[in-house]
């Protein structure tokens, strides 16, 4: 009897562990950000250099806490933890995945408005590069600065530190996160369990702040004083920065680790972060320089400058990695050209590296350090792409909920209606600091939207032009086989990729019309990208033989998931020698590929700006060999030019 209770409990034992496995490693990877937002939110709320300061009272002072204790529960609790979550896209979540639930749930009536709102969500997706270059800066240096805390002389310091610290952490990128992310979860534990503490020793000295719980205090400020609320809306964002990570990152760990990792304990430590420091202003008005080191007794500051500092870098990392997956994912959907991929993982797919972004990120990182200098600057620059994301985010989320759940109508109006009220004000408060630093980002978004949608445009363009140049496959086909003079078959197996099924590969037309010459095996493969992260692996391929049984031409076709990078000689080994009129030679195969050169042409397809724009982005196209997994000893490249 024992021994099968024993028996019994091992699969729960190990499907706890595996669990909490989850928790430890979302708290590591998804959590940085809005974990580390405590050490700058409330000092740039009451921070004097700002254009529009709140004045530091015992009534403001509650009144902020408790604004920032239920924005956080709004904005991250109810619309991210319990709404947008739920909407993943097979298993992935993230802005891009609304906009493949928006495209795939949009029915004929609403195509219209799921175009715009996919264009919101793209514009979406441009703001979070600007995010992933102010975070990294933002955090560190906040982190950095408790520096001048322990020492007023290391000021001096601050900015050099911050620039050495962001130069290694994307120097290391290319070695990915899989050993360093080992110790991410257990770093970050120790982050919230200090914050935490602190935060209870700060209320420990003034309990009554416990009062602003009460979202009464938060209304009375928002209505009472909403000259000053509303502009300290624009700092109180930075409670809320990161949100979007808890469900970018929820294909890594799921909802249920995420959200438990949020529940218990990344909420109740920033909570008690907040409530402590604004004790301790209660306490001392002259606290608001630095409540969050101030917290800290003397004899620890130093060391809690290490622990943020590690924290930041996590949370940065975070970040980064999040501009990879955007990138990868923009990508494989058509909105960017295709970019060199790295996996840095043999067992997590997701986790990968994307040298060209890595590098535009460092660049910009260390421009934003070395121009803002500190993190009361950086502060009027972040709030704002954070407030646009999660604004696009709120809507394309309802919009879906009413298409694909078929959600009533009012329920989504009521829902809709009060979130976006909440988010529009924290807009309207950033756009007052338009001219302090909220420009940046969106200058950053508006430039890779515009980067992203003449990609999109351009790339039709050239498959339309592409498509009338290579003509019908099965009429090329039937050509070949029906020829007077029939073209010379030579031993061997040559692959030559196309754009789908329907007209000729150019590099296998040439070869036909002025070589005279094909090989004895032909595939023609095409490659597409599903609205889904992954496709099994039993679904990958399919075979057709293009109506001529014997002339051993066959044409294949490979499913990718857009979280996927094809690996075309890995997916031809998976077909059936029955199904490829006899065994294709895979080990001395040769690949052939068409290059494409782009000419600005006189045909009005688009402005001209927009035309020296898509030729220019052309030329940050990854090398297609090395994209597909092509042996370049074995790989041929036929040039052709078309004309935008």
């Known amino acids: 009897m024992s021994q099968q209770t024993t028996t019994a409990s091992t699969p729960s034992s190990t499907r706890d562990v595996a669990r909490l496995g989850l928790v430890v490693g979302a708290l590591g990877v998804v959590f940085g950000d809005i974990g580390t937002s405590p050490l700058y939110t409330l000092q740039t709320v009451f921070n004097p250099a700002d254009p529009h300061p709140v004045p530091v009272s015992a009534e403001n002072v509650f009144g902020v806490v408790s604004l920032i204790f239920w924005s956080v529960m709004i904005i991250v609790t109810v619309t991210y933890v319990l709404l947008a979550m739920r909407a993943d896209n097979g298993g992935e979540g993230g802005i891009m995945a609304l906009i493949t639930l928006l495209r795939r749930w949009s029915g004929p009536r609403g195509k219209r408005a799921a175009v715009v709102l996919a264009g919101l969500g793209i514009f979406g997706a441009a703001l979070f590069f600007g995010d992933s270059m102010i975070t990294p800066a933002m955090s560190v240096l906040s982190a950095v600065e408790g520096l001048k805390v322990v020492d007023a002389s290391f000021e001096g310091w601050i900015v050099p530190i911050t620039a050495v610290i962001a130069l290694v952490l994307f120097l290391v990128q290319k070695r990915g996160t899989a050993a360093v992310g080992r110790v991410f979860g257990p770093v970050m534990i120790a982050w919230f369990a200090v914050i935490g503490m602190l935060g209870i020793t700060g209320i420990a000295g003034h309990p009554a702040i416990l009062k602003a719980l009460s979202p009464t205090y938060a209304l009375s400020f928002m209505f009472g004083h909403f000259d000053i609320a509303f502009f300290a809306l624009a700092a109180v964002v930075l409670a809320v920065t990161g949100a979007e990570a808890l469900y970018a990152d929820m294909g890594h760990f799921g909802r249920k680790a995420i959200t438990r990792g949020w529940l218990f304990l990344v909420l109740p430590a920033c909570a008690l972060s907040y409530f402590g420091q604004g004790a301790l202003i209660l306490a001392d008005p002259a606290n608001i320089s630095s409540p969050f080191f101030l917290l800290v007794p003397g004899w620890g500051r130093l060391l809690m400058v290490l622990l943020a500092t590690a924290a930041t870098v996590i949370a940065s990392q975070a970040v980064i990695t999040g501009a990879y997956s955007v990138a990868s994912q923009a990508a494989q959907l058509g909105y960017l050209p295709r970019l060199r991929i790295a996996h840095t993982s043999e067992t997590e797919r997701g986790q990968i590296y994307v040298p060209w972004v890595n590098w535009l990120l460092l660049v910009s990182v260390l421009t934003l350090i070395f121009a803002f200098r500190s993190s009361a600057a950086l502060a009027f620059a972040f709030g704002m792409a954070v407030t646009g994301t999660i604004t696009i985010t709120t809507l394309l989320f309802f919009y879906v909920a009413r298409a694909k759940w078929g959600t009533p109508h009012w329920l989504v109006g009521v829902g809709a209606s009060v979130l976006l009220v909440v988010d529009l004000l924290f807009v309207g408060a950033n756009l007052t600091k338009l001219v302090h ?208």
């Open 437 to 644: 630093g909220a420009w940046l980002p969106l200058l950053i978004g508006l430039t890779a939207f515009t980067v992203m949608i003449t990609w999109q445009r351009g790339r039709k363009v050239v498959t339309a032009e592409r498509e009338r140049r290579e003509g019908p496959l099965r009429e090329f086909i039937d050509e070949l086989s029906d020829r007077e003079t029939p073209t010379q078959r030579v031993p061997g197996t040559a692959v030559f990729l196309n754009r789908g099924g329907l007209t000729a590969p150019l590099a296998l037309r040439a070869n036909a019309e002025h070589n005279h010459v094909r090989h004895e095996q032909v595939v023609i493969m095409s490659l597409e990208t599903e609205p889904v992260p992954r496709v099994p692996a039993e679904q990958r391929v399919t075979v057709e033989d293009l109506g001529h049984a014997d002339d051993g031409i066959i044409f294949v076709t490979a499913r990718y998931g857009y979280m996927e990078t094809p690996d075309v000689p890995g997916a031809l080994a998976q077909l059936d020698p029955a199904e490829t009129e006899g065994r294709l030679n895979l080990d001395e195969a040769s690949y052939f590929l068409s290059k494409i050169e782009l000419q600005r042409g006189p045909e009005p397809t688009m402005a001209g700006w927009r035309k020296r724009l898509f030729i220019a982005t052309s030329y940050i196209t990854a090398d297609a060999a090395e994209y597909f997994g092509l042996p370049r000893d074995r790989t041929v490249i036929m040039g052709s030019h078309i004309d935008v």
